[in-house]
């Protein structure tokens, strides 16, 4: 079965992935102005370090008594510096650093300004007549932590957006939608013969339209359906009186006439009018069958009336009826007339149908399984397939209208019974089996 995407659940996670995007996306735009700001905030410690430290190392280097060599910076207490420095002469030579510098991250020769090589970046001032030079280093790897740093505090808050924009887009989806679960839920549940009007209240707008051309289809559907059963309905019961009494008229004519080949030729007639008079009696339990109601509320036993019908069609076939029931009751909220007219139905295609020297098998197990088998010929596969449809025989020798099997399938499609055929029956070579299970759930 393919599986079907859900509108809500397609709708959540476009939701829920635009927000965690948009996020990401602010996040990425805020590290960008943040990491710009930060350069600019660590640039200005940079010079404003160089040209607080400056002075006061010309002053310190103006005041020795004598060429010591370059000086270290004294440190009040042992830590670790993110800025160090250097006082170097323009040839290089130095005169001052600060207490914790590697002098392997300056270049040879001092530089004025900013600038920064893979490690570290750099700013330097020059004095006393470019003369004397400063260079104050930072290293990009305190800078790349704490950029990350700021970065990381700005996607922690994710964690907890996502499960809150789940639970929050869930709850309002449903929501949203809870008109058009209500509609998705009045359409399963309606069986094949339920044609009345689709009504949900506050139904979104966009599923308006769509509802309201459903309901005009169902609409002209109940109506050409109406009139056909009513047409059928009509027709066969218009037809059963006046069938009657040419049935009894010709019945006297034949007992008054003397001539033999007058008489096989009314024989005839009274044959073709007492098939019509089954046509039209099966076309009236086909309307009954498409227009009435196949399910009750209350639990019915239906093995009576397997065993009533049995009885009546042992004395039309002596010999043939083989019934095989359960001891306990089979109930089932199918109507008992619509299983009545299903049955008959089917014990009469059996009769009719199968091999007169083979017995017609009703068998009902205890979980409502109800199998109907006669012996016969195979049923080609390309006729088993349309011997649903009305005025469809497998055998156009038999007797048979060709509806019976077309009233089964119109009663157990109202009622929600998978109906199925089998040819050869199943555990044999030959024959025809009908299989149904009559246990409905209201």
């Given at each position: 079965m393919q599986h079907k995407p859900s509108l809500q659940k397609r709708l959540g996670l476009w939701l829920i992935a635009s927000v965690i995007l948009l996020w990401l996306v602010a996040v990425a735009s805020a590290s960008f102005i943040v990491r710009y700001e930060m350069n600019q905030v660590f640039d200005s410690a940079l010079e404003e370090t160089a040209q607080r430290i400056l002075p006061l190392a010309i002053a310190d280097i103006l005041s020795r008594d004598s060429d010591t060599g370059p000086q270290r910076a004294p440190a009040l207490q042992a830590h670790h510096e993110y800025l160090t420095y250097v006082v170097r002469q323009r040839n290089g030579e130095l005169l001052l650093q600060s207490h914790d510098v590697d002098l392997r991250v300056f270049a040879t020769l001092p530089r004025a300004g900013f600038y920064e090589t893979s490690s570290h970046r750099f700013h330097g001032i020059a004095a006393v007549q470019g003369t004397?030079?400063?260079?104050?280093?930072?290293?990009?790897?305190?800078?790349?932590?704490?950029?990350?740093?700021i970065t990381l505090s700005l996607l922690k808050p994710l964690l907890l957006l996502i499960p809150f924009s789940?639970?929050?887009?869930?709850?309002?989806?449903?929501?949203?939608?809870?008109?058009?679960?209500?509609?998705?839920?009045?359409?399963e549940v309606r069986d094949a013969g339920d044609l009345s009007k689709v009504e949900v209240q506050a139904l979104p707008?966009?599923?308006?339209?769509?509802?309201?051309?459903?309901n005009r289809l169902l609409a002209r559907l109940r109506r050409a359906l109406d009139a056909e059963r009513s047409f059928t309905a009509n027709s066969a019961h218009e037809l059963r009186t006046p069938l009657a009494i040419a049935l009894a008229k010709l019945q006297r004519l034949q007992l008054q006439l003397q001539d033999e080949p007058?008489?096989?030729?009314?024989?005839?007639?009274?044959?073709?009018?007492?098939?019509l008079s089954r046509l039209s009696e099966k076309l009236l339990e086909l309307?009954?069958?498409?227009?009435?109601?196949?399910?009750?509320?209350q639990l019915n036993d239906l093995v009576p009336i397997i065993q009533m019908l049995a009885r009546d069609y042992a004395y039309k076939a002596p010999g043939r009826m083989l019934l095989q029931l359960p001891e306990q009751a089979v109930k089932s909220h199918l109507d008992p007339d619509a299983f009545a007219i299903l049955l008959r139905n089917l014990i009469e295609n059996a009769l009719c149908h199968g091999d007169p020297q083979q017995p017609v098998i009703i068998r009902l197990s205890a979980d409502g399984l109800l199998r109907v088998i006669n012996g016969g010929t195979v049923v080609p596969a390309e006729q088993l397939a349309v011997l649903r449809q009305r005025f469809v025989r497998s055998n156009s020798k038999s007797l048979g209208a060709g509806i019976g099997l077309a009233i089964v399938d119109a009663i157990t499609s109202s009622a929600g019974i998978e109906l199925h055929l089998y040819s050869p029956a199943r555990g044999r070579c030959d024959g025809f089996e009908v299989s149904l299970n009559i246990i409905v759930v209201v």
């Open positions: 004397i030079y400063i260079e104050v280093a930072e290293p990009l790897a305190h800078r790349q932590a704490a950029f990350l740093r789940f639970i929050g887009v869930w709850w309002l989806t449903r929501r949203a939608l809870r008109q058009v679960v209500q509609l998705q839920r009045l359409v707008e966009e599923f308006a339209p769509l509802i309201d051309t459903v007058l008489k096989t030729q009314v024989q005839e007639i009274e044959h073709s009018l007492r098939r309307a009954k069958a498409e227009g009435g109601s196949t399910q009750n509320e």
